[in-house]
């Protein structure tokens, strides 16, 4: 059982926006803007996509935009591109007794 | 350009301990600022972060695993080893290795490739 929950999968065709959520507590996402996320393809190791809420790292594709209200925190990818297709994660800090926790992961499906 | 690869046991019993070695390029870990954490997964799971290691030797480690688990640095050989002791079958999984962002806070940047640990008699 993850600390941070996602939805499973989520789905969209080339050319739309889609939101992919990350709901956490007030000891986690609602209270630091230290929430990532990051893109894994299959077989590879994790991509950092987003960091401190809504900065993008250098390299990554504006279409990629993260934001927060409250407990839950989102990643939008618009102009979806089949090359999108991967699983999303978040993670968020915790405090200084847990420190880092993830979500379950999101797979990212574009039809 | 920084580089990290993980490099251990492929294959390890349950309760003996494994040692994993991340070996790193392009950064230094005497550098203010830096950290190297050490993150797994299991097949087909989430990820689950396991300890942050910094430039000048803290260190921090999940709670729920904090008895199993110790990290140290060789500076000299730009290394980070991660001990996990009493290993179950519930601990395989493939364990990454990747470079805290610079004036970050617990986000990753760089990724080592991985390496598939798996706990069986």
Known sequence: QSALTQPAS???????????SCTGSSSDVGGYNYVSWYQQQPGKAPKLIIYEVNHRPLGVSNRFSGSKSGNTASLTISGLQAEDESDYYCSSYAGSTTRLVFGGGTKLTVL | QITLKESGP???KPAQTLTLTCTFSGFSLSTNGVGVGWIRQPPGKALEWLSLIYWD???RYSPSLKSRLTVTKDTSKNQVVLRMTNMDPADTATYYCAHRRNDGW???DF???GTLVTVSS
């Open chain 1, 10 to 20: 989520v789905s969209g065709s080339p050319g739309q926006s889609i939101t992919i």
């Open chain 2, 10 to 12: 492929t294959l390890v």
């Open chain 2, 57 to 59: 030797d803290d260190k």
């Open chain 2, 106 to 108: 617990y986000d990753f």
């Open chain 2, 111 to 113: 990724w080592g490739q």
